[in-house]
């Protein structure tokens, strides 16, 4: 069994900037490509940005290229998301997953619970 904790969401102003964490931990004898989505509400789930188990390889959604950048951290299967120039359209529960790099979500795995990221106007 793999877990998966997103934390670092919360309130922030348009414009201003948040960088979410991710760990998975358990059964983690393999380093998994990782991926961060997000769904607003009566939305679909969807894609943001992916990470492959390297780090030498990442994937943008147009929505947030240019402003979001994500990375491994040293500990094994740990990943951040950084976003900068946030604007209310970024508002949504933000979920991390493990298990692939795909900007589907079926691709991946093992899902997080979700964090709320709201920006205000």
């Known amino acids: 069994q793999v877990n998966v904790v997103e934390s670092g969401g919360g309130l922030v102003q348009a414009g201003g900037s948040l960088r979410l964490s991710c760990a998975a931990s358990g059964r983690t004898g393999s380093t998994y490509s990782m991926g961060w989505f997000r769904q607003a509400p009566g939305k679909e789930r969807d894609f943001v940005a992916a990470i492959n188990w390297s780090g030498k390889n990442t994937y943008y959604a147009d929505s947030v290229k240019g402003r979001a950048t994500i990375s491994r951290g040293n500990a094994r299967n740990t990943v951040y998301l950084q976003m900068n120039r946030l604007n209310v359209e970024d508002t949504a529960v933000y979920y991390c997953?493990?298990?692939?790099?795909?900007?589907?979500?079926?691709?991946?795995?093992?899902w997080g619970q979700g964090t709320q990221v709201t920006v205000s106007s």
């Open positions: 997953a493990a298990g692939s790099a795909s900007v589907r979500p079926a691709e991946y795995r093992y």
